[in-house]
């Protein structure tokens, strides 16, 4: 079964920084492409990053410059560095798969950002 598990979100002050989590399962983790999704309440979810299996990294515009994608081959993890953050980060963050044209996601982890 696929299994992706977020964690590291939580409260932080505008400026702060957060680092999250994506451990997978159920997957073949090296040869998989990897994202990272959030949806802010009445807002549509949006793609955050991206990084293939190769490494190559992808950008929302609102982030770029601020949070790092990154990923653990050998731990079959993918992580989410996010710097200076902003009120408008707050969101539900999610890690996305795909696989076979299906999407596969995590439960979600909360990234709230304080004035």
């Known amino acids: 079964q696929v299994q992706l598990v977020e964690s590291g979100g939580g409260l932080v002050e505008t400026g702060g920084s957060l680092k999250l989590s994506c451990t997978t399962s159920?997957?073949?983790?090296?040869?998989?492409?990897m994202a990272w999704y959030r949806q802010a309440p009445g807002k549509q979810r949006e793609l955050v990053a991206r990084i293939s299996s190769s490494g190559i990294r992808n950008y929302d515009d609102s982030v770029k410059g601020r949070f790092t994608i990154s990923r653990d081959n050998a731990r079959n993890t993918v992580y989410l560095q996010m710097n200076t953050l902003k009120p408008e980060d707050t969101a539900v963050y999610y890690c996305?798969?795909?696989?076979?044209?299906?999407?596969?996601w995590g439960q979600g982890t909360q990234v709230t950002v304080s004035k």
């Open positions: 159920g997957i073949i983790f090296r040869i998989a492409d």
């Open positions: 996305n798969t795909n696989r076979s044209s299906f999407n596969y």
